[in-house]
């Protein structure tokens, strides 16, 4: 561990007035790294993704891979062309970003494409294209001869997104079945309004597809079969893993001791008061981390959204309180804390949210926060995750392993891929989606509110899930899996 740098240790230690702005400092330092946790927050409809970090680091000790060469490595001179469907700081380039750099960590000739750009010059593609240039990533005009020239010579072309479909016809035209079989798709979404065959009419005769959860790869072989009667090709299911840094924060007990009464010292709970909260802050990392590296306008994207069941979580809190008196239960104060909120954005939502806690005089018990550079000060400070996602839940969900990460149990709908990472009754307790999952929730609530050992036993088995399954280097040697049968594949067909 003992990897940042010693004037934060020694600034945690004693000067608490700086911790979150070191943090920030510390985060944005290592840009690409802790802040393009780049993963499919949301539901994966929009654009949050996390990114794997910077680098994969090579499995050490133990676990899976011990001993294993570092990931990837087999990519060493291999010639990759990565078609993203837009350049922009949201969650799908950024993880295609990442790939990128990745690759060109060992050695991989690495060509990127952007099929739609804005046709003005635009602050943040050049931000972005100069950040690739810098580490050795060439960047290609999507159309034209030379795209054309790379993709054919490719060993590899990743399509990131459904919609970057769009470009094999266009710019490949009459080359594109001798592309196909070199393709890799990675696709990170699942609203209805993907399935067209505009973008997905060669998804069938591509060599992988690589989704970040089963249910989402379970669901996409649905649409596709319903929808547009095609069939999926060879899907490869990739989960992501824990940074690094992250994993650095959440096992350092001194950090996490300070960070705690730091921020609960802020939101005015004490030590012994238990803090459920949903945390919602995937855009805003991103974005505020590029801020700080190049001073842009961007456009901050709002983060309370019905889609993660931010109201729904209230209803049951404040039924949960309801339990707690009704049955005279011994508790500690219970708070809620809603990160993620943005005061400006005025969205009608949002007054609704802060009308609803108004409106059953539970101020002092709820508690928004905006929209936040980094999570770990949030996930050190509260007792309980929630993650009330809706419909088909998220895609992933990398919140959720990161808190488990802190040894916090998750209270989750059983949707999307929540139901992958949180075992019920183990590490966590699900409910059901929508409004019946109201009173379930609030139930769980008063459940982890009073066995105190229950919840600190979710959370131990948490975090060794995390350790066992969800930390980079799994998902390093996951994707060093893929790449490497579809690199046998395509040469299979070639020959
Ligand atoms: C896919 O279809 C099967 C059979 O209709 C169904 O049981 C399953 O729940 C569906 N899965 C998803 C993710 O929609
Ligand atoms: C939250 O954001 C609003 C609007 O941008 C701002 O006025 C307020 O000071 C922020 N609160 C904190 C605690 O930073
Ligand atoms: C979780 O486990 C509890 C207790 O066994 C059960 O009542 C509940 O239905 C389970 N929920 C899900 C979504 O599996």
């Known amino acids: 561990m003992a990897k940042h740098p010693a004037g934060w240790r020694v600034a945690l230690l004693h000067n608490k007035r700086w911790l979150l702005p070191l943090l920030v400092a510390l985060s944005v330092s290592t840009a690409l790294a802790f802040i393009l946790r780049a993963a499919f927050d949301s539901s994966c409809d929009r654009r949050h993704f996390e990114v794997p970090k910077t680098r994969f680091h090579p499995a050490t000790g133990t676990g899976a891979g011990a001993a294993a060469p570092s990931p990837l490595g087999f990519m060493k001179s291999k010639h990759v062309l990565l078609v993203s469907h837009e350049l922009s700081l949201s969650g799908g380039p950024l993880l295609l970003m ?30 972005l294209e100069h950040k690739m240039l810098g580490r050795g990533v060439q960047v290609l005009s999507a159309k034209g001869q030379e795209a054309v020239d790379r993709a054919l010579k490719a060993d590899l072309v990743v399509l990131n997104t459904a919609v970057a479909g769009k470009w094999l016809d266009a710019v490949l035209k009459e080359n594109v079945p001798r592309v196909l079989p070199k393709v890799l798709w990675w696709i990170h979404e699942m609203r209805g309004h993907y399935f067209k065959m505009e973008y997905l009419k060669h998804l069938p005769m591509v060599a992988g597809a690589m989704i970040d959860s089963h249910v989402t790869a379970e669901y996409w072989k649905n649409r596709t079969q319903e929808r547009l009667k095609i069939k999926m090709p060879q899907t490869y299911v990739v989960h992501l893993g824990n940074s690094k840094e992250l994993m650095d924060v959440a096992e350092d007990n001194v950090a996490k001791r300070v960070l705690r009464e730091h921020v609960r010292e802020s939101l005015g709970v004490t030590n012994e008061d238990i803090v459920f909260a949903l945390i919602n802050s995937m855009p805003l990392p991103v974005e505020n981390a590029f801020i700080h590296l190049y001073p842009l306008a961007v456009d901050l994207r709002i983060s309370v959204s019905r889609g993660k069941g931010q109201d729904l979580f209230l209803r049951a809190f404040y039924e949960s309180l309801q339990l707690i008196q009704e049955q005279k239960l011994q508790v500690p104060s219970l708070h809620a804390v809603i990160v993620g909120s943005d005061i400006t954005a005025q969205t ?148």
């Open 98 to 127: 990442e790939l990128a750099f990745l690759l060109r960590g060992v050695g991989a000739e690495v060509c990127w494409i952007t099929n739609q750009k804005p046709s003005e010059r635009d602050e943040v593609v050049h931000s």
């Open 348 to 495: 009608k939502f949002e007054s609704e949210l802060r009308d609803f806690v108004a409106q059953k005089k539970i101020q002092n018990r709820v508690h928004f926060v905006n929209k936040t550079l980094t999570v770990a000060p949030y996930l050190a400070a509260i007792d309980v995750l929630v993650q009330n996602s809706q419909a088909r839940g998220e895609c992933f969900g990398r919140i959720t392993i990161e808190a488990m990460a802190f040894q916090l149990p998750v209270l989750g709908t059983s949707a999307g891929g929540t139901t992958e990472i949180v075992v019920n009754e183990s590490t966590g307790l699900l409910h059901p989606i929508g409004k019946e999952g109201v009173t379930p929730l609030a139930k769980n609530i008063v459940k982890l509110a009073t066995h105190v050992e229950r919840r600190l036993t979710m959370g131990k088995r948490g975090y060794e899930r995390v350790k066992s399954m969800f930390l980079e280097r799994h998902m390093a040697h996951r994707i060093d899996a893929v790449l490497k049968e579809v690199l046998r594949k395509a040469k299979n067909q070639h020959s």
